[in-house]
């Protein structure tokens, strides 16, 4: 079978073509045709020695993911399905903004940790994405937009590991994912426009700190550890005084000098005024310190074996107000698209019984895409965003 290109990082490019004889700046001429050119055929790299072209055709290839399923609402969101084999699907959604295209790529199909409001995790862990799937999805999506938008210039200028998956248990592909999206000869993202979303595994997130500082989202979800236990079972592991320890001795290393926290408002469960003030205390701490996070609080999207519903607008803006009046800086997303029921994974769920994560991207207004011909049929928008 031949080795897919897109589950090497440059070092791993450049590690290859000297094993073919090659010298080392070839992986670079490689990579960029790869990676900014969006080149998948080798005879299309008109740089190089036709000889290496003969030698790169018989061993490797260039392969994304194949698409499923395409879905373009009204607004320009756009979220692929993606096949990534034996049955399991995982999706990625670009959100195009004036200042900004960002796109939320998924790093494992299905989820193991398991959250109560997440439909990722009731449906169960089934496989880590390779590189070339996560990579993949920023590839075909950047040059599929390209071509579409009609231009030569950068579509996706920011990526949020905020899909299916818990990005840091599936680390090392993740961490070469990264390293391809951040290089310059790849697609030059700033460490500040990439974000990794994580549950909380503590030591990875050190880890990460150590290995490829990026922007880093941290879902909390909860002001105890007793709720947060129930919501989110990675808790009983890594409880919220040693996240918010790890949180801050990241942001040492960190591009931006907060770490995001995402609270899903549930209601009744975790959006009471008391709550909010349990938080305010958890937040600040000892020493009164708000400065190291940005509470980020998310309207759930509902799926039905949750048994869980969205909190009310007029309660999201009263905890906001709590937070807010704390000292705390809070965003609250806006919710569209309620007038849709194809959620985010219920496209996966076709596939594969998965009905996955809904995606919950920040956004502020709207850029409209051309009309693109969609290869499948158009669904209604359902990201929800502030
Ligand atoms: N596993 C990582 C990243 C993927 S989930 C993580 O948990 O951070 C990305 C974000 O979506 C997380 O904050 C997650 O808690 C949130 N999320 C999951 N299900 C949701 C739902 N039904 N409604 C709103 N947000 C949800
Ligand atoms: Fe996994 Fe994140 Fe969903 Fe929790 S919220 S089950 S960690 S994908």
């Known amino acids: 079978m031949a080795a897919n290109l897109l589950d090497y990082d440059l070092e791993g490019l450049a590690v290859l073509c000297e094993r073919l004889g090659e010298k080392r700046f070839r992986a670079t001429q490689l990579f960029r045709w790869i990676h900014q050119q969006g080149a998948a055929q080798f005879d299309d ?22 698409v499923l399923k395409q879905q373009i609402s009204k607004d320009g969101t756009i979220k692929w399905l993606f096949d990534v084999g034996n049955g399991d699907a995982i999706e990625t959604v670009f959100i195009p903004e004036e200042d900004r295209g960002t796109l939320c790529v998924s790093s494992q199909a299905g989820c193991i940790v398991g959250c109560r409001f997440c439909s990722t995790g ?34 996706v200028s920011n990526v949020v590991m905020m ?25 030059g993202l700033s460490r500040r426009r990439v974000t990794v979303s994580t549950s909380g595994l503590v030591p990875m997130m050190d880890q990460l700190g150590r290995d490829c500082p990026v922007a880093l989202a941290v879902s909390l979800h909860a002001p105890n550890d007793t709720l947060r236990d129930d919501l989110v079972p990675l808790n009983r592991k890594y409880p ?22 995402e609270y899903c408002m549930l209601q009744g469960v975790n959006d009471l005024p008391e709550h909010a003030l349990e938080l305010v205390k958890q ?36 905890f906001a107000k709590i937070l807010t009046e704390a000292g705390i800086v809070t965003t609250v997303r806006k919710t569209r698209g309620d007038d849709i029921d194809a959620a985010c994974g219920q496209l996966a769920g076709d596939v594969k019984d998965i009905t996955n994560v809904q995606k919950r991207i920040t956004r502020r207004r709207t850029i409209m895409l051309k009309p693109v011909v969609p290869s499948g049929p158009v669904f209604h928008q359902d990201v929800r965003h502030a």
Not at 128 to 150: D, M, P
Not at 294 to 318: C, D, H, Q, W, Y
């Open 240 to 261: 919220i005084s040693e996240l918010f320890a790890a949180c801050k001795r990241y942001l040492a290393a960190a591009p931006r000098d907060f770490v995001t926290l």
């Open 122 to 155: 009731h449906q169960g862990f089934s496989r880590n994405l390779a590189v070339s799937e996560i990579v993949g999805q920023l590839w075909f999506a950047e040059h599929f937009l390209r071509k579409h938008l009609n231009t030569t210039e950068r579509v």
């Open 163 to 187: 899909g299916m998956g818990e990005p840091l248990l599936n680390y090392e592909p993740v961490l070469n994912s990264l390293r391809v999206m951040l290089d310059d000869h790849g697609y």
């Open 45 to 66: 790299m008109t740089n190089l020695a036709k000889s290496l072209r003969e030698k790169l055709k018989t061993d490797f290839e260039v392969q994304a993911p194949k």
């Open 283 to 318: 937040v600040c701490g000892e020493d009164g310190n708000n400065a190291w996070c940005k509470l980020n609080l998310i309207p759930f999207n509902p799926f039905p074996a949750s048994g869980l519903t969205r909190s009310p607008r007029e309660r999201v803006m009263a």
